[in-house]
C-alpha cells in the first residue's frame, strides 16, 4: 500500500512540475519554449490559462491529500 501510494505521489509530483512549468510568466517562461508559435496564439486565451489554472490546483491538491495520507500510513507503520 505504501508503495503504491510512494509511486502515485512521484508521478503527481511530475505532473505538477510539468503544468507548473507551462504557465506563462511574465517573460513567457518554459512555456514558449515548449511550444513555440503554438502556444504563444494559444498562451493569449484567457480560457486556456485559467483551465491551465484549474488542473494545476486540482493536481496541487490530490497532491498534498496524497501525501498527508502516505504520512499517516508510514506513522502507523502499515
Known sequence: ???GLSIFVMLLSALL???VL???GKGGG???MFGGGVMS???GSSVVER???RMTIAVGVVWILAIVA???LI???M
Open 41 to 43: 496564439s494559444l498562451g
Open 1 to 3: 500500500m505504501i508503495l
Open 17 to 19: 512540475i510539468f503544468l
Open 51 to 53: 483551465n491551465l489554472d
Open 22 to 24: 507551462m504557465h506563462k
Open 75 to 77: 506513522n502507523r507503520g
Open 30 to 32: 518554459l512555456s514558449d
Open 70 to 72: 502516505l504520512g499517516l
